[in-house]
């Protein structure tokens, strides 16, 4: 079963940044859309940022808007999730996606699979 592996997360104080990293060995993610989505406990998955095979890029809601973005690298087979000004309410288990139409749009969980075992964001002083 095609997998991706998200890669990146930790423990970051309030204000602080990280950078999530989705990429796999297994095969080529150039012609696919990608979004990155996250899970707080006892909460479902929701989209984050989403982006198309050709760059266009889908928001889910203003929670992230002006923080976050979201950026490919096809030569590296990567899709990166820059998170900035990380409040504790971003605290989740981050997941990135595959969309293998490559559109990327709704960015809502059920368009997308290939799901990672996620990495821990922590955002706490």
């Known amino acids: 079963q095609l997998q991706l592996v998200e890669s990146g997360g930790g423990l970051v104080q309030p204000g602080g940044s990280l950078r999530l990293s989705c990429s796999t060995s297994?095969?080529?993610?150039?012609?696919?859309?990608i979004g990155w989505f996250r899970q707080a406990p006892g909460k479902e998955r929701e989209g984050v940022l989403c982006?198309?095979?050709?760059?266009?890029?889908?928001t889910f809601g203003d929670s992230v808007k002006g923080r976050f973005t979201i950026s490919r690298d096809n030569a590296k087979n990567t899709v990166y999730l820059q998170m900035n000004s990380l409040k504790p309410e971003d605290t989740a288990v981050y997941y990135c996606?595959?969309?293998?139409?490559?559109?990327?749009?709704?960015?809502?969980?059920?368009?997308?699979?290939?799901w990672g075992q996620g990495t821990q964001v922590t955002v706490s002083s």
């Open positions: 996606g595959r969309d293998p139409t490559g559109w990327a749009t709704p960015c809502l969980p059920n368009y997308f699979n290939s």
């Open positions: 297994e095969f080529s993610l150039e012609q696919d859309g």
């Open positions: 982006i198309s095979r050709s760059g266009d890029i889908t």
